[in-house]
């Protein structure tokens, strides 16, 4: 083909068919510029197609890393649930509105759990290094985008919430209520635990507890605490059922 063209360049040439040469040669550069567009185009739908096939793989991985996230989240909301329970009952005790009874050390004892969020990001990991996120529908990359911003705003509220367990309400409580570590502890753990221990049981000291001051901002802050922890879960589970829907 290209001997061709050559051939009939020469011959037109050689004829001093100037104008005939020149409408000719605009053709042919018409010819090699749509060919060029055509291999641009092969070439863009070729790769469309290998990140579209990407894409796929890397949804269905995220589809499964999104529900074990669910499954997390839907634990750490009803353990949220308990603390609030557990706080508040606490200071319905304190202000002297419900009586003290057994399980006032068993709600003592289970605010000092610490809790915290794992999130399975290989998918999400695998589609920023691939930078494929510029490539989904509009309201996916939002919905993907906001779910991972909330996920690290979650976690710093946890590594607060966390701290203030180590660094003040284990140390007060272990210090000053010992005796919430004993077989009467209706939490089961704590129960079996000390259910051989031999040695006799000490009762808890009812003013002492009404009067603690300390104790009593304490527990308004794992109360705090825990009602912010429990927005963040639902919201969580809320974002990660949005992009569920869109996937």
Known sequence: MIKFFRKTRQNMIKENRVSKYLLYAIGEIILVVIGILIALQINNWNENKKINKSISEHSVILKQNLLEDKTQLELLHQNMTDNVIYSDSLMMQIKTLIPIDGNTTKYLVKLLLEYQFRPNTNAMETIMQSNEIPFLKTELQTAILD???????????????????????????????????????????????????????????????????????????????????????SDLLEASNSILKLL
Do not use: G, M
């Open 147 to 233: 779910y991972y911003a909330l996920i690290k705003s979650a976690q710093e509220r946890e590594n607060i919430s966390n701290t203030q367990i180590q660094s003040k309400y284990e140390v007060f409580i272990t210090s000053q209520y010992p005796l919430i570590f004993q077989r009467n502890n209706r939490w089961d753990f704590i129960n079996n635990y000390y259910k051989d221990d031999p040695r006799p049981l000490l009762a808890l000291n009812e003013e002492e507890f009404l009067a603690d001051k300390q104790l009593e901002i304490l527990i308004t802050s794992r109360y705090f605490q825990s009602v912010a922890l429990k927005k963040f879960y």
